[in-house]
């Protein structure tokens, strides 16, 4: 076994919202069930719920086992009033600084010694510290990439003085050169990482975020609870968008084209479920556009998010108008993809519309072009028989490619045991592509 010193801001539970939160855990969570022995590092705050002790930050750190081999330690990060990017940077100080405290407490206080430390970016600042860590503790150290931080912050303009760029961007660069191994979400950053570092291709792995498929196993049990519990619901066109309400999202563009579609189809409804700090700006427009065929829905946790998103029609992914976003694989479009059910993408062109293409599963339009994304809304609509077939096709293909126990697997494969031991580890498919079941009906079926 090795001892692995895990360190991610983002972590929830299948209990909890936040779909990168939950990448960590399942990660963490099976390098524990491997037999190492793993501590994580976190606040457990995600972007939808900005501080697992909002409103009740508490003073102390909390311990909590979910299993033998596994420890996570959660420190209190308090929350801020304020939703802009002056709060978001204390709070990634805030955690960054406690998280360097306590790992220099784990080594040097409680004499833990750790093989490896893996630091998730973003926050930047997370994987310095973990590095940090590394060289202290004499361990390898392994960078998780789950965003190219520097160009992200410019091209959203969070980051406009050119020395704050440059220093972010020496920074990758710095990390990029001393860690172990570099791990990485979409195979787009692999190009981008080796054009700032050349080299860093030979130890790049990627590991894409992926599906959960027993959350999507059992459509047979698909009834409604969220939006199927009346006759009249059961007749509508449910279009579902479930993520982060952020400026990246820009979801401005999916409330603009429920306006045009108001009055024209009032058979179609829109549901937004998640959130994020721009979630009463959203509320506010909504109420300027006297929308009636939109409903927003708080965070749900994974277990609960599943369902939701089955017992829509038409799935949204949805970005601003950034090339930084047509290198993003998010963990939206592998939940949909389970669902089995249609993706209408507004994405610049890239890895979303890449995985559409080869699946079959959906339709990309330009994205913040409100006519475009009201049209292709519409043809889904009229057009519910081949959007049932796309989403089928769309599980079989996530089943065959993004299966989460086989990124797991593929993951485990990057730690060596230290001590070897001799598990009889069988890890089965929990989906096999020949077991899926056709989803009910949609609307115009029903």
């Known amino acids: 076994?090795?001892?692995?010193?895990?360190?991610?801001?983002?972590?929830?539970?299948?209990?909890?919202?936040?779909?990168?939160?939950?990448?960590?855990?399942?990660?963490?969570?099976?390098?524990?069930?491997?037999?190492?022995?793993?501590?994580?590092?976190?606040?457990?705050?995600?972007?939808?719920?900005?501080?697992?002790?909002?409103?009740?930050?508490?003073?102390?750190?909390?311990?909590?086992?979910?299993?033998?081999?596994?420890?996570?330690?959660?420190?209190?990060?308090?929350?801020?009033?304020?939703?802009?990017?002056?709060?978001?940077?204390?709070?990634?100080?805030?955690?960054?600084?406690?998280?360097?405290?306590?790992?220099?407490?784990?080594?040097?206080?409680?004499r833990r010694k750790f093989h490896f430390v893996l630091g998730s970016s973003p926050p930047l600042l997370i994987a310095l510290v973990a590095w940090m860590i590394s060289v202290l503790a004499r361990a390898d150290f392994y960078l998780e990439v789950r965003d190219l931080w520097s160009q992200t912050m410019a091209a959203n303009g969070f980051i406009n003085n050119p020395l704050a760029i440059r220093a972010n961007r020496w920074l990758e660069s710095f990390l990029y050169k001393v860690s172990k191994k570099i791990i990485v979400v979409s195979p787009s950053f692999e190009g981008e990482i080796e054009a700032q570092v050349p080299g860093s291709q030979a130890k790049t792995e990627y590991i894409p975020n992926g599906a959960d498929m027993e959350f999507y196993q059992y459509p047979r049990l698909w009834r409604g609870s969220f939006l199927r519990n009346t006759e009249e619901e059961r007749q509508l066109f449910q279009v579902n968008y479930a993520g982060v309400f952020s400026d990246y999202t820009k979801l401005e563009t999916l409330l603009k084209a429920a306006a045009m579609l108001q009055e024209q189809t009032p058979e179609i409804r829109f549901n937004l479920v998640g959130g994020g700090y721009q979630f009463e700006k959203l509320r506010g427009l909504a109420e300027e556009l006297k929308l009636r065929n939109v409903r927003f829905w708080g965070a749900l946790p994974k277990n609960r998010v599943s369902k939701f998103i089955m017992e829509g029609d038409l799935s949204i992914i949805n970005y601003r108008k950034l090339g930084i976003f047509g290198?993003?694989?998010?963990?939206?479009?592998?939940?949909?993809?389970?669902?089995?059910?249609?993706?209408?993408?507004?994405?610049?062109?890239?890895?979303?519309?890449?995985?559409?293409?080869?699946?079959?599963?959906?339709?990309?339009?330009?994205?913040?072009?409100?006519q475009a994304m009201a049209e292709k809304i519409l043809w889904f609509y009229h057009n519910q028989s081949e959007g049932q077939k796309m989403g089928v096709r769309g599980q079989h293909y996530v089943s065959r490619k993004f299966h989460r126990n086989q990124l797991v697997e593929n993951f485990l494969e990057l730690f060596p045991r230290v001590i070897q031991l001799n598990p009889n580890r069988h890890r089965e498919l929990a989906c096999p592509v020949d077991n899926i079941v056709p989803f009910p009906a949609t609307a115009q079926n029903r």
Request: hydrophobic share 40%; net charge negative; proline share 6%.
């Open 1 to 110: 076994m090795a001892s692995i010193l895990y360190i991610a801001q983002f972590f929830s539970t299948e209990s909890e919202p936040g779909g990168q939160g939950q990448r960590h855990f399942k990660h963490a969570s099976a390098l524990a069930e491997d037999g190492h022995a793993v501590t994580v590092i976190t606040s457990g705050c995600t972007t939808m719920q900005l501080s697992m002790h909002e409103g009740e930050a508490g003073e102390h750190p909390a311990n909590i086992w979910l299993h033998p081999n596994l420890s996570i330690i959660k420190l209190p990060v308090a929350p801020l009033d304020k939703r802009s990017v002056i709060s978001r940077a204390q709070r990634y100080l805030a955690f960054s600084t406690k998280a360097l405290f306590m790992g220099l407490k784990l080594l040097f206080i409680d």
């Open 327 to 370: 290198q993003v694989l998010p963990n939206k479009l592998f939940d949909y993809l389970a669902a089995g059910r249609p993706i209408l993408a507004g994405v610049p062109e890239g890895e979303v519309s890449r995985v559409l293409e080869e699946s079959g599963a959906g339709l990309c339009v330009e994205p913040e072009n409100v």
